[in-house]
């Protein structure tokens, strides 16, 4: 799939010019502008304990205000001439805002006022960039997990220390109990515990033997062993990871968009409406030059959208902070924002609301069969199944892993089954319709387990089916559990299989599923996406394969499994690292959490503008009771936001 359609699906949300939007774009001049701020707050608390020097006081108080606001007026003046130069308008920004408002301040003498506007105003900007730092921390902390050296094992048989970025496909590497597992591979000798919680989530280590797969950056345990490289460093899950990372800072909800847009309409609105305002009190009200003056300085620090700017982002960072730290990750917060507005959730059935492989689910033997005799029956198949390749004899073997095995030579028929001879008896493993001398019995248990999605293998002779077994790819607890929760939320819940719609449906009925769609070809699950979207309105699609890029592409929002293919990561939107829906169903509750949080924000922050622009007009509002109430309102707003930081229940 190509990964140029994809951004062109999510143009709405990331087409903006994020350098205009980028609210962590300001560093405030880094540790020289903290240093400043403080020596500015300490010159403003001497200035309090000044009571008899005016001359002194007020000095200290322009000292905080310079001081504390050095980067707050270089930004107010710098970045409003370059904006307006860029867009060939007028578009000023929050800080000059303020700026004029300290100033207007100082005009009428209130040094005090003025330097506590600053103070307050620069002091939430610092928390506001602490607070869009802390819940940044979790995501981009992956940055300095990444490996940096591995034990490559030459042709000669000795070790050599290298470069990661050097390692090839095929090469061999040597990983000794703590080191950190080099890049993605396969065990080919030896056997650890791992530490993959950096992938994953999962916190409790995984025992990985011969033949299983280890990623970059995980961390080895006890054990030592041996591994092969299986792909490229760039091209590792931990690489996806990272790119992933890079998507997230740039990408932003459409709320915070808006919001950036809005900022320098409504600042200049704000600028305009104070002449007017001044003239009202003067000729209409009749507050009298100085009066009308002084409340227009609050009405410019009342209406200022310093709290309405903080409203979304520090939220949608804190909010995709939690969902990374248990191996959620999003590739912006345009996406998260998106999943509240879910309506209906397709899911791919195998490896993503199934385990992905077949497990033995039941055994049944006829009655007249002894129990002595089946011992020796199971015996017989899976010394016959061991001399098979056939998936579903995988199964069958590590289902009765312990049994006893006979000697005997099973020869493979040809779209029926096995065939050996043992005892002088020819046995015979196969599917139902190799038989045709089959008890009623038999038939109406096949029919049952048939029924319930079930692959059903017959075991007898050439002329009689002495049992059966029953096996299934079956459905993980949490995919039932991630089901209800859906159907409590009132979301319309889809299956996708390309296996036959009787097997989809006995899986479906398990899992509690709305609708099963069955017998789909890989090139219609795209489709189906687009008929749910205008059935029911917003939709995501989960899955894991090359065969379900299509369909994460075409959904609102594409859910890649982390055990996935690349090309599956690739196009979606956010990857769960851990196969597991119930972190999707908990991503949900955020998403839900964020959009009600955001909202919170929004009318709590317009609320205080109205109240603080009414009190003014009544002439009940004081400058600094007006400075702490504003300034506090976005503090309020701020760490409302960091408390999607902890976990949503």
């Given at each position: ?276 305002f001044y003239l009202l009190g003067l000729y ?142 020819s046995y015979h493993v196969g599917k139902p ?217």
């Amino acid at each position: 799939m190509n990964k140029e359609k994809h951004n062109r699906k999510h143009e709405g949300h990331e087409g903006h010019d994020h350098s205009e939007h980028d609210h962590s774009g300001h560093s405030h001049g880094g540790k020289s502008a903290v240093v400043l701020f403080f020596l500015g707050l300490v010159a403003y608390i001497v200035g309090l304990f000044i009571k008899d020097n005016d001359i002194i006081r007020n000095v200290l108080n322009i000292s905080a205000l310079v001081l504390s606001g050095y980067h707050i007026i270089i930004e107010g003046v710098t970045d409003t001439i370059k904006a307006s130069i860029k867009a060939r308008r007028f578009k000023p920004n929050i800080h000059l805002l303020m700026l004029v408002a300290a100033v207007g301040a100082m005009i009428i003498a209130e040094y005090r006022e003025a330097a506590l506007l600053i103070l307050i105003f620069a002091g939430a900007h610092f928390l506001e960039e602490y607070a869009e730092g802390r819940s940044k921390k979790e995501i981009t902390n992956l940055l300095k997990l990444n490996p940096t050296t591995a034990r490559l094992i030459k042709t000669d048989g000795n070790i050599e220390i290298v470069d990661v970025s050097v390692l090839k496909i095929g090469d061999k590497l040597q990983v000794l109990n703590g080191d950190q597992v080099p890049t993605d591979g396969i065990i080919y000798e030896g056997q650890s515990v791992i530490d993959q919680s950096v992938i994953t989530g999962e916190s409790i280590p995984v025992d990985k033997k011969v033949g299983d797969s280890v990623f970059g950056s995980t961390i080895n345990g006890t054990g030592a062993f041996k591994m092969e490289v299986t792909k490229d460093n760039k091209d590792t899950v931990f690489a996806k990871i990272v790119e992933l990372v890079s998507q997230t800072q740039s990408n932003i909800s459409k709320t915070a968009v808006f919001i950036k847009k809005l900022e320098p309409i409504y600042v200049t609105v704000i600028f305009l409406l104070a002449p007017l305002f001044y003239l009202l009190g003067l000729y209409v009200f009749n507050w009298g030059q100085t009066d009308s003056f002084y409340r227009t300085m609050v009405f410019l620090i009342g209406a200022s959208p310093c709290a309405l700017a903080a409203t979304d982002i520090p939220a949608t960072l804190s909010a995709i902070s939690n969902l990374a730290k248990r191996g959620v990750l999003f590739k912006g917060g345009s996406y998260l924002s998106n999943l509240s507005d879910l309506k209906a959730v397709a899911f791919d059935k195998t490896g993503t609301l199934t385990q992905g492989r077949p497990v033995v689910t039941d055994v049944f033997f006829e009655s007249k069969v002894t129990s002595e005799d089946q011992e020796l029956y199971l015996d017989i198949l899976v010394s016959m199944e061991k001399q098979s390749n056939h998936p579903l004899a995988d199964a069958i073997i590590k289902h009765f892993n312990n049994r006893k095995l006979v000697k005997l030579t099973a020869g493979n028929i040809v779209g029926v089954g096995l065939a050996a001879t043992y005892m002088d008896v020819s046995y015979h493993v196969g599917k139902p319709s190799s038989y045709k001398n089959v008890s009623q019995e038999i038939v109406k248990q096949t029919e049952n387990y048939e029924y319930n999605g079930k692959t059903v293998i017959y075991f007898g002779t050439d002329e009689k089916v002495y049992g059966l077994i029953a096996i299934q790819d079956i459905p993980k607890e949490t995919s039932k559990e991630a089901i209800e929760y859906f159907k409590t939320q009132n979301i319309h819940t889809v299956m996708i299989t390309g296996d036959a719609k009787r097997t989809g449906e006995a899986i479906g009925r398990q899992l509690g599923i709305d609708e099963v769609k069955g017998n789909v070809l890989p090139e219609d699950k795209s489709k189906i996406i687009t008929e749910l979207k205008g059935l029911y309105g917003t939709t995501a699609m989960l899955g894991d394969g090359v065969n379900d890029a299509p369909a994460l592409v075409a959904a609102d929002i594409g859910i890649a499994m982390g055990e996935g293919t690349d090309i599956a990561i690739d196009v979606a939107d956010a990857v769960l690292m851990k196969n597991d829906l119930n972190k999707f169903a908990y991503t949900h509750r955020v998403s839900k959490k964020l959009r009600s949080l955001v909202w919170q924000n929004i009318i709590f922050s317009m609320l205080v503008v109205l109240f603080l622009i009414s009190m003014n007009i009544l002439g009940m509002m004081d400058m600094g009771y007006a400075v702490l109430i504003h300034e506090g309102s976005t503090l309020v707003v701020i760490l409302n936001g960091l408390r999607l930081l902890r976990e949503v229940k």
